[in-house]
């Protein structure tokens, strides 16, 4: 019987309890702060802000919030950790406005964000193109070509187009393709979701 007292006594000192909580993953409050770029331009309170989470290079997860009368959205609890990142996306007038990475891994649990919008014009006139290069590559098969366009906005608003597509989309550049194209591919410098192809 000593002995298997003192077996009893060695296994409930050494062993853990099964009744442990596990340990909490890391979180964060995010705080974003979101301007209006243009002068006398409208309020941004009540505009819609996204906060897109990332996992090293991937996309796991999106929340959203309203702007304040302070002109911040806020997020609580947040996933946090050395891989973590954010990007604060505004919506104001309709159209989109990122903000840099803002990393998710500091140990003090807090990380802000700002986001400057625009109001939006369709007046396309403001827009202008500061250098247009087109290069041929001739291929086994097929010719390859690559146009880069620089497009300036000297104004202090953000240019939408007033034309519509079938789908009720605002056209702000359109680029005829050659007939029997492949193998589309754009610069990060663009919207994926703004890009369509008809």
Same mark, same amino acid.
């Given at each position: 019987?000593?002995?298997?007292?003192?077996?009893?006594?060695?296994?409930?000192?050494?062993?853990?309890?099964?009744?442990?909580?596990?340990?909490?993953?890391?979180?964060?409050?995010?705080?974003?702060?979101?301007?209006?770029?243009?002068?006398?331009?409208?309020?941004? +309170?009540?505009?819609?802000?996204?906060?897109?989470?990332?996992?090293?290079?991937?996309?796991?997860?999106?929340?959203?919030?309203?702007?304040?009368?302070?002109?911040?959205?806020?997020? +609580?609890?947040?996933?946090?950790?050395?891989?973590?990142?954010?990007?604060?996306?505004?919506?104001?007038?309709?159209?989109?406005?990122?903000?840099?990475?803002?990393?998710?891994?500091?140990?003090?649990?807090?990380?802000?964000?700002?986001?400057?919008?625009?109001?939006?014009?369709?007046?396309?006139?403001?827009?202008?193109?500061?250098?247009?290069?087109?290069?041929?590559?001739?291929?086994?098969?097929?010719?390859?070509?690559?146009?880069?366009?620089?497009?300036?906005?000297?104004?202090?608003?953000?240019?939408?187009?007033?034309?519509?597509?079938?789908?009720?989309?605002?056209?702000?550049?359109?680029?005829?393709?050659?007939?029997?194209?492949?193998?589309?591919?754009?610069?990060?410098?663009? +919207?994926? +979701?703004?890009?369509?192809?008809?």
């Amino acid at each position: 019987m000593r002995y298997l007292w003192i077996t009893t006594v060695f296994m409930a000192l050494f062993t853990p309890s099964s009744g442990n909580a596990a340990e909490a993953s890391p979180q964060a409050k995010v705080t974003v702060v979101v301007t209006n770029g243009t002068a006398n331009g409208t309020a941004v +309170e009540g505009d819609e802000v996204k906060l897109l989470l990332y996992k090293g290079q991937e996309q796991i997860d999106s929340l959203s919030a309203k702007v304040g009368q302070d002109g911040k959205g806020v997020f +609580e609890n947040v996933p946090a950790g050395q891989s973590m990142a954010a990007v604060a996306r505004a919506k104001h007038q309709n159209m989109a406005f990122n903000s840099q990475p803002v990393l998710l891994g500091s140990a003090s649990g807090e990380a802000s964000a700002s986001v400057q919008v625009f109001d939006v014009s369709a007046d396309t006139s403001k827009l202008s193109v500061g250098t247009h290069h087109i290069i041929v590559a001739a291929r086994s098969t097929s010719l390859e070509f690559k146009e880069f366009m620089q497009l300036r906005n000297p104004s202090d608003m953000a240019i939408t187009g007033s034309q519509r597509d079938d789908q009720n989309r605002p056209i702000v550049i359109a680029i005829r393709l050659p007939k029997g194209f492949r193998d589309l591919s754009t610069s990060s410098y663009l +919207e994926q +979701e703004a890009l369509v192809v008809t």
